[in-house]
Every structure is written in C-alpha cells, then in structure tokens.
C-alpha cells in the first residue's frame, strides 16, 4: 500500500489522501478537495484514480468530487446514510464493507459516528494497520459535533472502536490540528510530559511532512482517551462545577468536548 498524504494549504488546514495499489497502480482518493493536487499527484505517480471515498458529507470533504470524477470515471463511495446529502454516490458503504484497490489492496468500512451521523473511517487490512479518520479522530484530539453530530455518539466511537484498534495503527486525519490539540491536551493535563516534550519537537510543523501518529501515542497524548485519568477528572471538576460526584467516561468524554469547542 503507498500512501500520499496532501497537504491543501487552505485555511480549514484539510488532508486529502491517495492511496494506491502497488501492484496496479489503481488509486483511491479519500476527500479530495484540492482536486488539482489530487489530479496532478496521481498522474505524476502513474496512478489511475477509480474510486473517490468521502468520509463525511461537509463541504470541505466532498468539493473536489466532481472534478476528480469527470477527470477519471471513479465511482463515487460514501456511507449508507449520506446518499441524501452527497450527489452522485455510486457505492453506498456499511460497516464491515470492504474497498478493494486493484488486487493487493484492501480497506474496512467503520461505521463511526459523531462528528456527523453519517461518517465513514477506513481501516486498511496492512501489515502495519493505517486508519483513514476524517473528521473523527484527530492528532491528540476528536472532531467537533456541530455539523450534524453528537458528542454522545463520538464518545461511542472512540469507546467501542477506536480504542480497541490495534497500539500499531498509523492515523490520517482529515486536518493538521496537532499543535492546537496538543495545547489543549496540556491545558486539561498540564503534568502530561510526553505531550509536553512532543509539542516542543514538533512546534510549528511542515505540514507538507507531517508527523504520523499512532493508536498508542494516541493512547499517552490525545486527551479524549485518557478519560480516567484523575488530573483531567479534576481539572475537569474545577471547570465544570455540575459534574457529578463519580463521573464515568461518556460524562467525561462529552463534558471535554464542551470545553474544546470554547477553547
């Protein structure tokens, strides 16, 4: 599997991705909003783009579709749920569908919801696992739900299925928000010295050469899993005077998501 991460450069600091297939050199593009360097990036490589995934139905996720579509014939997939809100789906995807590209490539449908209800993460079937995550999981963070989403139903995506992936998963969000959600990781959990020491490293990175993470430095900075930890419950305590006395993860988990959005 190749994976080519592009960086937009616009101001909503979007990924867009090319996936493609080694052997074949069929590609799968995965919100690709800058059709232009989505389109000049395959050709470059040889690629032949025939298929375009959507893992959300916002805007600045599906806006290059229909360049990239008349320019190459792909199908268009995108979730079960979003054949009302994205024009043109040819593939409607549910969990545990899987997406073949060309003949030595294969990727899970993940149904997770949260940042809008009709959201698809692609799970490549690697040796060294890659999560495609759009809008759900970022960087040492998780998408806002303003759009169409509900915290509660984020909170049960990243419980029941995102914390269960395997610790060597590699993740591509669908925006670079990493120095942010570093500060607020360390905002909620100022002694957290591994996301203390990464932020340094990383300071204001190239976002053209983006550091990569993984389930298991997710694990250590990423504050929307380290809900019983028990600085950020009484952080949390001192910011929010309602929590109850014995909170358990979703209240915790939707109560950071609250603060985030005013952060």
Not at 49 to 77: F, K, P, S
Not at 108 to 122: F, N, Q, R, V, W
Not at 193 to 200: F, M, N, P, R, W
Request: glycine share 8%; proline share 5%; charged share 25%.
């Amino acid at each position: 599997m190749i994976i080519e991460q592009i960086w937009t450069g616009n101001d909503w600091r979007n990924f867009n991705y090319l996936i493609a297939c080694p052997d074949s050199g069929e590609a799968l593009a995965i919100d690709p909003l800058d059709h232009e360097k989505c389109l000049g990036l395959a050709k470059q490589r040889g690629w032949d783009i025939t298929q375009v995934l959507n893992t959300h139905e916002h805007g600045d996720h599906i806006g290059g579709n229909q360049a990239v579509i008349a320019a190459t014939g792909a199908r268009l997939l995108a979730h079960e749920n979003a054949v009302d809100k994205i024009d043109g789906i040819d593939v409607a995807l549910k969990a545990g569908d899987v997406i073949k590209v060309g003949p030595a490539l294969e990727l899970e449908a993940l149904d997770t919801p949260g940042h809008t209800m009709s959201h698809i993460c692609l799970l490549s079937r690697s040796d060294t696992p890659a999560l495609f995550c759009g809008d759900t999981l970022f960087n040492a963070g998780a998408g806002n739900c303003h759009g169409g989403g509900h915290p509660n139903e984020l909170y049960m995506t990243f419980a029941s299925q995102l914390a269960g992936l395997p610790d060597d998963t590699l993740i591509y969000p669908g925006h670079d928000y990493i120095v942010n959600n570093l500060e607020f990781t360390l905002d909620r959990e100022p002694n957290n010295a591994q996301a203390a020491d990464l932020l340094q490293e990383i300071g204001q990175q190239d976002p053209n050469d983006p550091l990569v993470t993984s389930i298991a430095l997710e694990k250590e900075i990423n504050t929307f899993f380290r809900l019983n930890n028990p600085e950020i419950i009484e952080k949390l305590r001192e910011a929010r005077s309602d929590l109850s006395a014995h909170p358990d993860e979703r209240e915790i988990f939707v109560a950071l998501r609250e603060l985030r959005n005013k952060w």
